[in-house]
């Protein structure tokens, strides 16, 4: 046999040369960059890091396919975005405008019993509440259920009796929409009526010779030749419309009439409050609490309609539960995009791991082209939500056709949901890039 085979040709030779010189080029690189105090820095370290995932996602390809596919991801990341912020703006809108519905009729503050049905005014109570800065108005308002007559039609509401500062504190003259604010004029008794009570009676403002008889139980019945219901009359004076649950319920009276026929003379349902504008509720609201003690709850606007609020905001998060789920679906783009970014620079990170780079590098420079991806798919979605909100606030583009009793469809656009929408993009975008993550730093990329 001969030696010479077993030899290494001269070819061979000059290739085991240039990889030592390669091996000895590499060493002193990572040497340098290992001693350089430029990336010694962990900010400059981090600094390159995202110049290379940059320089992936936006760098020439080898195909226009991987171009398209990763525009894709971050415009579908983005119309995702937007459509859940302009959502829960929706939904904002409803719930801002269907409490400033409440605004002609719901105070500022309200204090109520816990337990029970009326109370009777404590007068050093009274006068300490008067007292503080935070209270411009004090209305004091007593509630029945009560049969009410006109004609021959008969329907059971609710009877609400209300002082001279009633309007002042509440602004229910703003409510009108047929008639005046009038509860009483020269001895005679007027009554405000909902507009769906108004309908259910078949009131007619225009008759002025006709009153609604008004019957409540008589509590304080001693005999039987007393009579079983205590009555009074009251006329017209107008409708309000405010929102269809106390439109169909409500009737306003002078206070004097319902505790007429109550027999109540000295007991209430509520003090009602207007604060002024510099002072904070929340504030305002513990100060009355200390002075009503816990017998009594004392209720800021948010807190009067706590279950229509609550209902209103379940619906709302759960829409946004929904949108979620329709956002990981637009998630397998961005994976499908992420790993053909990685096949594409193959050689790239092939380089990087013969230089040094160890499996935790790839890993991360891998999550910061998903985050890239993300962010930049966050910043679309964001300018497009602001700039369809500011048109639509603008001309109303959106109508809600031609019943309802807006225009178009109320947007308010809430800051605190812009963040929580960026973390959900983030982490659903994170969730998309841990395989292609875990998958190219466990090959062995060449």
């Known amino acids: 046999m001969d030696n010479r085979c077993c030899r290494p040709s001269g070819d061979h030779q000059m290739e085991q040369a240039l990889s030592a010189q390669v091996l000895k080029i590499s060493q ?47 415009f579908g990341l983005g119309f995702g975005t937007a459509a859940i912020i302009l959502i829960l703006s929706v939904f904002n809108g409803f719930e801002t405008l269907l409490l400033s519905m409440f605004d002609a009729f719901n105070p500022d503050i309200k204090i109520e019993l816990v ?36 004609d021959n039609r008969q329907e059971v509401g609710t009877l609400k009796g209300v002082d001279d500062s009633f309007n002042a504190v509440t602004g229910m003259d703003t409510a009108i929409n047929r008639g005046a604010y009038l509860v009483q004029d020269e001895g005679l008794k007027y009554g405000l009526f909902g507009l769906g009570m108004a309908y259910k009676l078949g009131l007619n403002l225009n008759d002025r010779l006709t009153p609604v008889s008004i019957y409540l139980p008589n509590a304080k019945k001693s005999s039987p030749m007393d009579k079983q219901f205590s009555t009074t009359d009251l006329y017209p004076g107008g409708t309000f419309a405010i929102q269809q649950d106390v439109d169909y319920e409500y009737v306003v009276a002078p206070i004097s009439a319902v505790q007429a026929l109550t027999k109540k003379y000295d007991q209430y349902s509520a003090i009602e409050i207007k604060k002024n504008t510099d002072v904070e509720e929340e504030e305002l609201v513990a100060q009355l609490q200390n002075i009503v003690g816990e017998e009594m709850t004392v ?7 706590a279950s229509t609020v609550k209902v209103m905001r379940i619906e709302k998060w759960l829409s946004l539960v929904i949108l979620i789920l329709a956002l990981i679906l637009v998630a397998f783009n961005l994976i499908g995009a992420i790993w053909m970014i990685v096949m594409d620079k193959k050689k790239d990170l092939g380089v990087l791991q013969a230089m040094g780079a160890r499996k935790s590098m790839i890993r991360n420079l891998i999550f910061k082209i998903g985050s890239l991806i993300c962010l930049i798919g966050i910043s679309i979605g964001f300018v497009l939500a602001f700039a369809f909100y500011y048109i639509h606030k603008t001309y109303g583009i959106i109508s809600m056709g031609e019943q309802a009793i807006i225009d178009s469809y109320p947007m308010e656009l809430f800051y605190s949901d812009l963040p929580i929408v960026a973390a959900v993009v983030l982490v659903i975008g994170f969730m998309a890039v841990v395989l292609p993550a875990i998958r190219a730093s466990a090959s062995n990329i060449k």
Do not use: C
Request: aromatic share 14%.
């Open 299 to 305: 209720m800021g606007r948010f807190a009067q309609q």
């Open 115 to 150: 337990k029970g049905k009326h109370f009777a005014i404590d007068k050093k109570q009274l006068d300490k509440i008067y007292a503080l800065d935070g209270v411009e108005k004090v209305s004091l308002t007593i509630e029945e259920l009560a049969l009410f007559q006109y």
């Open 28 to 74: 002193a690189v990572i040497t340098f960059l290992t001693l350089s105090p430029i990336f010694t820095q962990r900010k400059s370290f981090m600094n390159l890091s995202w110049k290379i995932a940059w320089r992936y996602i936006f760098g020439k390809k080898s195909t226009n396919a991987i171009q398209i596919i990763t525009g894709i991801s971050i």
